[in-house]
């Protein structure tokens, strides 16, 4: 089963809109994190935001916001107010077991991605 | 550094040479990941590193590839007898920790000819 499901392969949004990117994660482990990253085309990634699966307050940061709902295992990504630069790959990624072991760092399981354009 | 480097930038090899991908960490970075990136793709997982030991290398896609890391900081991903299906962009990431997110090289976009 996949662990992280990026259902919209690509969106549009109208400039100075907002868009919700849609996330759903499958983890069994209790303490995990969500972390969404921006694929420009010019390839680096970029760190957006983070949610904490015990955070009990949705993560925001700047024009980013994610839309946690744990119960139905969805970290959706809202980036309001649209800005034709945030024209990207999105994904969607998970680290499970935080709390396994002190000093161990698991690798991070990304989703396929969302094509996001930005219209002018 | 300031951020993770990567050499060379860009790769292409004739098919069965071997290549050698580097990955110069965030310095106190304990955490090294590498990722393949196929065309239009996502992430695909290759190998962590906890300074230099390598807990988890199960998405390595064959014993062609191999990484190590040394002095808890450069890591080499090696590729022997390169074949055209190993083309993609090789990402390295590294990491403080378990609850910060990565910091990604820039990528050695490899081609096997």
């Known amino acids: 089963a996949q662990k992280i499901t990026q259902t919209q392969p690509g969106m549009f949004v109208q400039e100075k809109e907002a868009v919700t990117l849609d996330c759903t994660y499958d983890t069994s482990d209790q303490s995990y994190g969500l972390f969404w990253y921006k694929q420009p085309s010019s390839g680096e990634m970029i760190f957006l935001i983070y949610q904490g699966s015990y955070d009990e307050q949705n993560a925001t940061e700047g024009r980013y916001s994610l839309n946690f709902q744990k119960a139905r295992k969805s970290a959706n990504l809202v980036i309001s107010a649209s800005q034709l630069g945030d024209s990207a790959m999105y994904f969607c990624a998970m680290r499970e077991g935080l709390l396994i072991s002190s000093g161990s760092a698991r690798q991070l399981t990304f989703g396929s991605g969302t094509q996001l354009t930005v219209l002018p | 550094g300031a951020g993770v480097s990567q050499s060379p930038s860009n790769k292409v090899t004739e098919k069965g040479k071997d290549v050698e991908l580097r990955c110069d960490p965030i310095?106190?970075?304990?955490?090294l990941y590498w990722y393949r990136q196929s065309l239009g793709q996502g992430l695909e997982f290759l190998i962590y590193?906890?300074?230099?030991?390598?807990?988890?290398k199960s998405g390595l896609p064959s014993d062609r590839f191999s990484a190590e890391r040394t002095g808890g900081s450069v890591s080499t991903l090696t590729i022997q007898r390169t074949q055209q299906e190993d083309s993609a962009v090789y990402l390295c990431?590294?990491?403080?920790?378990?609850?910060?997110?990565?910091?990604f090289g820039s990528g050695t976009r490899l081609t096997v000819v």
């Open positions: 590193f906890q300074g230099n030991s390598a807990p988890d």
């Open positions: 310095s106190g970075h304990t955490a």
């Open positions: 990431a590294s990491s403080r920790g378990q609850i910060w997110g990565y910091t």
